[in-house]
């Protein structure tokens, strides 16, 4: 009896071992936003589990005690975090508003099946990129400059304007090492410095907006790596002429 007993619990250990290893080798999906902006990040679920409570938790998400910022039927903790589960589509999407730095870090998408405890999840990496902020005359030019790490040196680099990756895709990419130029925009990539400089001639008051400095391996287009963010504000030159007045 004895003997029986010890089986089930080497069994019952191998089955927890296995459900933590199967969760640590899961692909971690990871969203990079920047500072004082939003991010939808959306969780996958199966066809299942659409009348089953869902929630984001963040940290390590322990068994017995969960910090959830947001779970579906109820009220955030915070006011910025908000769900909304799409059953048809079996996604649900939390949304994070008025983003600080210290919102990055690890969080779970979940799924509450009421199962012995042992919910459904998907790891999540949350970045939050610092913004820097360049100024601009219309009319005259100025530089964007990215520094990357010398990992990315091989990659083709590329500037878009969006307000949020998931909305930064080709259609949005102002130029790239690929081309070098297009228009008023132009790319120069210093390999060796870790360093590409996007030039913009020309400007205008409708170049004002959120740039993202990125990087991706050749027929890896939907792997973007999201380098840094520029909110560029120009300005018309009548405008600069009043401010120095005064």
């Keep these: 009896m004895i003997q029986i007993c010890d089986d089930k619990l080497l069994i019952f250990n191998l089955l927890l071992l296995m459900s933590v290893l199967a969760c640590e080798t899961s692909e971690i999906l990871t969203f990079t936003a920047h500072e004082r902006g939003k991010v939808e990040i959306q969780c996958p679920y199966e066809s299942g589990y659409k009348e089953y409570k869902k929630y984001l938790c963040r940290g390590e998400c ?21 769900l909304n589960d799409n059953k048809s589509a079996q996604i649900f999407t ?24 042992l919910d459904d999840f998907t790891q999540i990496h949350l970045e939050i990129k610092h913004v820097s902020r360049v100024s601009g005359v219309t009319g005259e030019h100025l530089n964007i400059i990215c520094h990357y790490e010398s990992e990315l040196k091989n990659d083709v680099k590329f500037i878009c304007k969006e307000s949020s990756t998931s909305l ?28 590409f400089t996007v030039n913009i001639t020309d400007l205008t008051e409708e170049d004002s907006g959120i740039y993202w400095c990125g990087a991706v391996q050749r027929g890896q287009e939907s792997k973007n790596k999201w380098i ?17 007045h005064h």
């Design 94 to 117: 939390v949304t994070i508003t008025d983003l600080r730095t210290e919102d990055r870090g690890k969080y779970w998408c979940g799924v509450k099946t009421g199962v012995g405890n």
């Design 228 to 244: 840094s963010v520029t909110d560029l504000n120009i300005s018309a030159e009548v405008v600069k002429m009043l401010n120095t």
């Design 168 to 195: 930064c895709e080709k259609s949005a990419i102002k130029v790239s090492s690929e081309n070098n130029s297009n228009g008023r925009f132009s790319l120069r990539d210093d390999a060796s410095a870790g360093v």
């Design 62 to 82: 322990l068994r017995v005690f969960k910090d959830k910022v947001v779970e579906s039927e109820s009220a955030a903790k915070d006011e910025r975090f908000s």
